[in-house]
C-alpha cells in the first residue's frame, strides 16, 4: 500500500466521521437558532439534487446531446418509479436495467 | 431470545435492501477503483475506514487524476457535510444511549441506513443492538461488495461498459425523491441541481456541490411556509 494514498484515506476518514459524529454527541444538547435549522431543514434535498445535477446533466464531464446522453435517459423510469413506489432497491434495479437497455439498443444500431 | 438479540436481528432484516443496493454500487467502485490504479489493499482500507459511498467515488477520480492530498481531503469534507443534518436528526433517537456508545455508533451513519432508520423508528429511541444490526449488516456489505470489485477487478470491466456506476445517481433519486414532501422541497431541488450544473462548468472541481447546497437551502429557508404567513 502506497504510504501517500493510505494518508489521503486516513485524512479521508477523519473529515467523514467528524460531520456524523458530532451534531449526534454534541449539538444535539445545544439549542440551534430557527433560522440554522430552518436552513439545515432543505439541506439533505439540496445536496442530493446538487449532486445529481451534473450527473445527469454533464455526464463525463461536459452537455451532450439528450439523444446520446444515457443517465438522463435513464434518470427518467427511475424518477417515475422512486415517485410511485419510494423503494430503495427498486429504483437502483429500474435504473440500472434501463441502463444495460439503452446500452443494448445503441450497440444495435438502434438508438 | 433476548430482547437484545431480537432487536439486533431486527436492524439485519431492515438492512437487506441496503446491503442488494451497496453490493450493485460497491461492486462498481471497486471496479472502477482498480481501474484508476488503487491496490485491492486501498479498496479494502477505504472502504473500512472512510466507509461513504460518493466520497470514495470522488476521492478516487481525484488520486486518479493527480489531485492534491488537502485537496482530496478538502472535497471529501464538503461533499460529507450533508451527513451533519442527518446526525443532528437522529440525535433524539439515541439520547438516552452513553455518549461514547453514540459517538461510536456515528460511524456508520450513511445516506441509506440514516433513511432506513428514521423511516423505521419515526423519532421513537432507537436501541443499540437494532442500529448495530442496521449498521454492521451494510457496512459489511459495502466492504465484501468493494473489495469483490477490486479483486475482480479487469474480469468486471465489461460490467461498467453496461452502466453499472449508474447505480449510484440512482440511489441518489430514490433518496431525493423520498425527501420531496412539499412543494418547496422540489423547488429547492431544481434550483440546488440548476445552480450545481453551473459551478460544474464555472468553479473549480468540485465546489459546485457545496456552493449549491448552502444557496439552495438557504433560497428555501427565506421562502417563508404559507402557514406562517397566515398565522
Given at each position: 500500500m502506497r504510504a501517500q494514498v493510505l494518508l489521503v484515506i486516513l485524512g479521508m476518514a477523519v473529515v467523514t466521521y467528524l460531520p456524523r459524529a458530532l451534531p449526534m454527541t454534541v449539538l444535539s444538547r445545544m439549542k440551534l437558532p430557527e433560522a440554522f435549522r430552518r436552513w439545515l431543514g432543505f439541506v439533505p434535498v439540496a445536496v442530493l439534487a446538487a449532486l445529481l445535477g451534473p450527473a445527469l446533466l454533464l455526464p463525463s464531464g461536459g452537455w451532450q446531446p439528450v439523444r446520446e446522453n444515457l443517465p438522463l435517459l435513464a434518470s427518467l423510469p427511475a424518477f417515475w418509479v422512486a415517485g410511485k413506489t419510494r423503494d430503495l432497491l427498486g429504483t437502483v434495479l429500474t435504473g440500472l436495467a434501463t441502463m444495460a437497455l439503452l446500452v443494448a439498443l445503441r450497440r444495435l444500431g438502434v438508438g | 431470545m433476548t430482547a437484545a438479540r431480537q432487536s439486533f436481528y431486527s436492524g439485519i432484516r431492515l438492512a437487506l435492501p441496503i446491503v442488494l443496493g451497496y453490493l450493485a454500487i460497491g461492486m462498481a467502485f471497486g471496479v472502477l477503483a482498480r481501474t484508476s490504479g488503487l491496490s485491492v489493499g486501498e479498496v479494502a482500507a477505504m472502504s473500512i475506514l472512510v466507509y461513504a459511498g460518493s466520497s470514495q467515488f470522488i476521492g478516487t477520480s481525484m488520486l486518479a487524476a493527480g489531485a492534491a492530498p488537502g485537496a482530496i481531503v478538502a472535497t471529501t469534507f464538503l461533499v460529507n457535510l450533508r451527513h451533519l443534518l442527518m446526525s443532528a436528526a437522529l440525535a433524539p433517537s439515541v439520547s438516552a444511549l452513553p455518549p461514547r456508545r453514540q459517538a461510536v455508533l456515528a460511524?456508520?451513519?450513511t445516506d441509506e441506513t440514516f433513511v432506513a432508520a428514521t423511516t423505521e423508528l419515526e423519532g421513537r429511541p432507537a436501541s443499540g443492538a437494532f442500529l448495530a444490526g442496521l449498521f454492521w449488516t451494510s457496512h459489511v456489505a459495502w466492504v465484501l461488495a468493494t473489495v469483490g470489485g477490486a479483486w475482480l477487478g479487469g474480469r468486471l470491466a465489461w460490467l461498467s461498459h453496461w452502466g453499472l456506476d449508474f447505480a449510484l445517481p440512482a440511489m441518489f433519486i430514490a433518496l431525493l425523491v423520498m425527501q420531496l414532501n412539499e412543494r418547496r422541497h422540489v423547488a429547492v431541488a431544481i434550483l440546488a441541481a440548476l445552480l450545481s450544473v453551473l459551478g460544474a462548468v464555472?468553479?473549480?472541481?468540485?465546489y459546485n456541490v457545496l456552493a449549491a447546497t448552502v444557496l439552495a437551502a438557504a433560497a428555501g429557508a427565506a421562502w417563508p411556509a404559507r402557514t406562517e404567513g397566515a398565522s
Amino acid at each position: 500500500m502506497r504510504a501517500q494514498v493510505l494518508l489521503v484515506i486516513l485524512g479521508m476518514a477523519v473529515v467523514t466521521y467528524l460531520p456524523r459524529a458530532l451534531p449526534m454527541t454534541v449539538l444535539s444538547r445545544m439549542k440551534l437558532p430557527e433560522a440554522f435549522r430552518r436552513w439545515l431543514g432543505f439541506v439533505p434535498v439540496a445536496v442530493l439534487a446538487a449532486l445529481l445535477g451534473p450527473a445527469l446533466l454533464l455526464p463525463s464531464g461536459g452537455w451532450q446531446p439528450v439523444r446520446e446522453n444515457l443517465p438522463l435517459l435513464a434518470s427518467l423510469p427511475a424518477f417515475w418509479v422512486a415517485g410511485k413506489t419510494r423503494d430503495l432497491l427498486g429504483t437502483v434495479l429500474t435504473g440500472l436495467a434501463t441502463m444495460a437497455l439503452l446500452v443494448a439498443l445503441r450497440r444495435l444500431g438502434v438508438g | 431470545m433476548t430482547a437484545a438479540r431480537q432487536s439486533f436481528y431486527s436492524g439485519i432484516r431492515l438492512a437487506l435492501p441496503i446491503v442488494l443496493g451497496y453490493l450493485a454500487i460497491g461492486m462498481a467502485f471497486g471496479v472502477l477503483a482498480r481501474t484508476s490504479g488503487l491496490s485491492v489493499g486501498e479498496v479494502a482500507a477505504m472502504s473500512i475506514l472512510v466507509y461513504a459511498g460518493s466520497s470514495q467515488f470522488i476521492g478516487t477520480s481525484m488520486l486518479a487524476a493527480g489531485a492534491a492530498p488537502g485537496a482530496i481531503v478538502a472535497t471529501t469534507f464538503l461533499v460529507n457535510l450533508r451527513h451533519l443534518l442527518m446526525s443532528a436528526a437522529l440525535a433524539p433517537s439515541v439520547s438516552a444511549l452513553p455518549p461514547r456508545r453514540q459517538a461510536v455508533l456515528a460511524f456508520w451513519l450513511t445516506d441509506e441506513t440514516f433513511v432506513a432508520a428514521t423511516t423505521e423508528l419515526e423519532g421513537r429511541p432507537a436501541s443499540g443492538a437494532f442500529l448495530a444490526g442496521l449498521f454492521w449488516t451494510s457496512h459489511v456489505a459495502w466492504v465484501l461488495a468493494t473489495v469483490g470489485g477490486a479483486w475482480l477487478g479487469g474480469r468486471l470491466a465489461w460490467l461498467s461498459h453496461w452502466g453499472l456506476d449508474f447505480a449510484l445517481p440512482a440511489m441518489f433519486i430514490a433518496l431525493l425523491v423520498m425527501q420531496l414532501n412539499e412543494r418547496r422541497h422540489v423547488a429547492v431541488a431544481i434550483l440546488a441541481a440548476l445552480l450545481s450544473v453551473l459551478g460544474a462548468v464555472y468553479l473549480p472541481a468540485n465546489y459546485n456541490v457545496l456552493a449549491a447546497t448552502v444557496l439552495a437551502a438557504a433560497a428555501g429557508a427565506a421562502w417563508p411556509a404559507r402557514t406562517e404567513g397566515a398565522s
